[in-house]
């Protein structure tokens, strides 16, 4: 049965975090609020979990999920990163970005590209992200809340609750959080390439 758990969208309660995140560490898949949409997370190396969250998107290994990290230092467990990805990465982070990098022998095989070994990586700037991956001192790997024929993502707790109640095995509701995607860019191979434009402002990083 799936667990409700409301919190304070700016500075969530320590003790309901600690809860959602045992959860988490316990094999559990949630609902979670981000900095662009509701994401759908699990913990790092639990394979049933990842694959119960690619069910209910609907893809397949070739749909990469991001890894949603604390902070630049961890980035760096999971991902090689260059100076000029690092000074990037600076500008980025926390932020509604994902970052496409090559991944270390850190990422399960299975989260990263089948055949381009890389690996999506973000720093939510989301409170309730943010400190529930503190919480659990590891990242998640997740994906958004999209399910499949839909055009956006779901933001509406209740309509969570109605669409994937008993599929989930907690929903971390914060309110509403948006509905627009991360922009993507690619810093696997050369210079940044700009793979999707979401919330993230490209003119914050000297892209546009």
């Known amino acids: 049965m799936t667990k409700y758990i409301?919190?304070?969208a700016k500075n969530p309660q320590a003790r309901l975090l600690h809860q959602a995140a045992q959860i988490l560490a316990d094999g559990g898949i949630a609902?979670?609020?981000?900095?662009?949409?509701?994401?759908?997370?699990?913990?790092?190396?639990?394979k049933p979990a990842v694959d119960h969250i690619r069910r209910l998107r609907n893809i397949d290994e070739r749909h990469q999920l991001s890894l949603l990290c604390r902070d630049l230092s961890e980035i760096s467990a999971y991902a090689l990163v260059d100076n000029a990805s690092y000074r990037l990465l600076r500008l980025a982070t926390p932020g509604p970005y994902t970052f496409i990098?090559?991944?270390?022998?850190?990422?399960?095989?299975?989260?990263?590209?089948?055949?381009?070994?890389?690996i999506g990586i973000r720093v939510p700037a989301h409170p309730v992200a943010l400190q529930l991956l503190h919480e659990l001192g590891q990242p998640l790997i997740g994906s958004s809340l999209q399910l499949p024929g839909d055009?956006?993502?779901?933001?509406?707790?209740?309509?969570?609750?109605?669409?994937?109640?008993?599929?989930?095995?907690l929903v971390l509701d914060a309110?509403?959080?948006?509905?627009?995607?991360?922009?993507?860019?690619?810093?696997?191979?050369?210079?940044?390439?700009?793979?999707?434009v979401g919330r993230g402002s490209l003119e914050r990083l000297g892209l546009a």
């Open 31 to 46: 609902a979670i609020p981000t900095d662009s949409c509701y994401a759908l997370v699990c913990h790092l190396d639990d």
């Open 6 to 8: 409301a919190v304070h």
């Open 151 to 169: 055009a956006l993502p779901l933001n509406d707790v209740d309509e969570i609750r109605a669409r994937l109640d008993n599929e989930l095995d």
């Open 175 to 196: 309110g509403s959080c948006g509905v627009q995607p991360t922009t993507v860019i690619d810093l696997s191979s050369g210079p940044a390439k700009v793979l999707r």
């Open 101 to 118: 990098l090559e991944a270390t022998r850190e990422v399960p095989r299975r989260l990263s590209h089948p055949s381009r070994k890389t």
